[in-house]
């Protein structure tokens, strides 16, 4: 395989010797970015985004082409699965994404089957393989997934955005059909990220969005359980180079020992947690991303540089730190402001490198 011209990013997950702290954005192309709507005008719509390979690599680069990035991370959204599942996904003007047949019924719960990624997510599968070859070998590609839970909570929701009702109820009342659909979800996502892998992701994420309404216990049962599944179920190599992975509970810092224990490389922080405590708890075995508040983006220049240069400081020196926001950028972020960002890990982290 062609060498890396910047594999940064794969060695500081891995927590192996880097030059300077690598840095790339959750939901980096975006709305934020004038090109990505004028691409998601001509598409129609998100999901027609999201199923052309050709629109999907585009908007995927165009960060890269703006930013001095680290990563590219594949333009998809978590709910392929279970639109590919058949629980009719759609997006409702300003109301985000809705399905059409969420899981309430025993029946529909009980019929439920992993869809076949080479068949059913070949849009996706086609886009990571475009991707590639467009990216070059400049810099990595990242796939991803939604966590078990965090699917989970849309298709027995039927949207986002709730009180987490329907599916605590079921948690609570009746835990084996969540379970059931958590297990058949957590093999899902396993098929799909290993095809994404075996397309050219080379490093996979797994976004727990929802795993920080749980409880102590519940988190345990009903995600961690099934992130750890899927873990134990990932492809680490692929054409000879190993595929580090990376798990992401927002609001997860109370149980960040329990997430460094789950099998992972590296663990994502999100911005209420000091990067210094959590090295201090499980920095000896995995690698941090992380966790620079979204909202500083709406500051200046100047205030970015030092909110940067607090987290830079606070991880302290050596490897082992891949520099993040603490979820996605926002759509109301300035383009400039994530320059500034970029430009700051790179030049205020090489003294924490040398």
């Not at 954005?25 to 129609?44: D, F, I, S, V, W």
């Amino acid at each position: 395989m062609t060498k890396l011209k910047n594999d940064t990013l794969l060695r500081a997950l891995l927590k192996q010797p880097t030059e300077y702290t690598p840095v790339w954005m959750m939901r980096q192309a975006g709305r934020y970015l004038p090109e990505y709507n004028k691409t998601r005008a001509r598409a129609g719509d998100f999901l027609s985004l999201c199923k052309n390979p050709d629109f999907a690599t585009e908007v995927t680069m165009q960060p890269l082409e703006r930013y001095s990035l680290d990563a590219a991370i594949l333009f998809s959204d978590i709910l392929t699965i279970p639109d590919a599942m058949g629980l009719g996904l759609y997006f409702a003007e300003g109301e985000g994404p809705k399905f059409e047949r969420p899981l309430r019924e025993e029946r529909e719960i009980r019929s439920l089957t992993a869809p076949d990624p080479a068949v059913h997510l070949k849009y996706v599968m086609d886009a990571v393989s475009q991707i590639r070859k467009t990216l070059d070998n400049q810099v990595p590609l990242i796939g991803f997934s939604g966590s078990p839970f965090t699917l989970a909570c849309y298709m027995i929701e039927g949207r986002g955005g709730t009180d987490f009702r329907q599916i605590k109820t079921m948690l609570y009342k009746r835990p084996d059909l969540l379970h059931h659909i958590l297990n058949i979800t957590a093999q899902s996502v396993t098929d799909y990220l290993n095809a994404q892998i075996e397309s050219g992701a080379q490093a996979v994420m797994i976004f727990d969005t929802w795993g920080g309404v749980l409880s102590h216990s519940a988190y345990q049962e009903f995600s961690l359980r099934y992130m750890k599944q899927i873990l134990t179920g990932l492809k680490r190599e692929h054409d000879g180079e190993r595929i580090p992975s990376v798990v992401f509970t927002k609001g997860g810092g109370l149980w960040l020992e329990s997430i460094a224990e789950s099998g992972c490389d590296a663990l994502g922080l999100d911005w209420t947690i000091n990067i210094a405590e959590a090295r201090n708890r499980v920095g000896h075995k995995v690698a941090l991303q992380g966790n620079l508040d979204p909202a500083v983006l709406f500051s200046t220049p100047e205030i970015i540089a030092t909110e940067v240069e607090k987290i830079l400081k606070d991880y302290g020196s050596g490897s082992g730190h891949v520099f993040n926001l603490g979820h996605g950028i926002s759509q109301f972020t300035p383009p400039e402001s994530a320059l500034t960002l970029i430009n700051a890990v790179h030049s205020l982290s090489k003294k924490y490198h040398s």
